[in-house]
């Protein structure tokens, strides 16, 4: 099925392991953004993509690292997990910069908690 | 910058009421404007977009209108099921240059209960 496909959709990390979240969409998008979502925040932005090879930072950037070698691919790399970034996590992608006919398609999500 | 705000929750219903939930925002340029629906334990799904003012968003029964003069997109729904239970986000595509990039600015999300 077309869609963007997050992993894991769970993980437990301790304070200052490192992990990567994966984010893969078949539709072909440009457009690809990470965002959390923390209670009562609704979703902020952390990176955001135009295509590959093409990266740059959102509202909520530290502690977090992204690149964008494929068009279908944009991992998310915390460096050294902290509290704080425990939080839900998702991936979003479009055709189009302000969403389309479609809107903007978002992976179904990671939960991610730091201990 | 860019920012939504969205009316207080968490919103209570009775089966077949009336429901709006207020959504203004502040942007330069002309941004487009969605709400997305969130279900429980699962990800985000687009409920209704607009692009310019005065358009009219609807779907399943919600419906929206883009209105420039007042910015806002409250939505609207004239009769609510259970099933229409969820978090409702409030969103806008435009960057704080008057271009956009594939970004999305969310209201912080309200609580739809509805109960039989």
Redesign the interface.
Known sequence: NAGVTQTPKFQVLKTGQSMTLQCAQDMNH????W?RQDP??????IH???GAGIT?Q?EVPNGYNVSRSTTEDFPLRLLSAAPSQTSVY?C?S?SN???GL???T????TRLTVV | GNSVTQMEGPVTLSEEAFLTINCTYTATGYPSLFWYVQYPGEGLQLLLKATKADDKGSNKGFEATYRKETTSFHLEKGSVQVSDSAVYFCALSRDAGGTSYGKLTFGQGTILTVHP
């Open positions: 440009e457009y690809m953004s965002y009562g925040m609704g979703l902020r932005l955001y993509s135009v740059d959102g998702f979003a479009s910069p302000t969403g479609y809107g903007y978002f992976g179904s999500g």
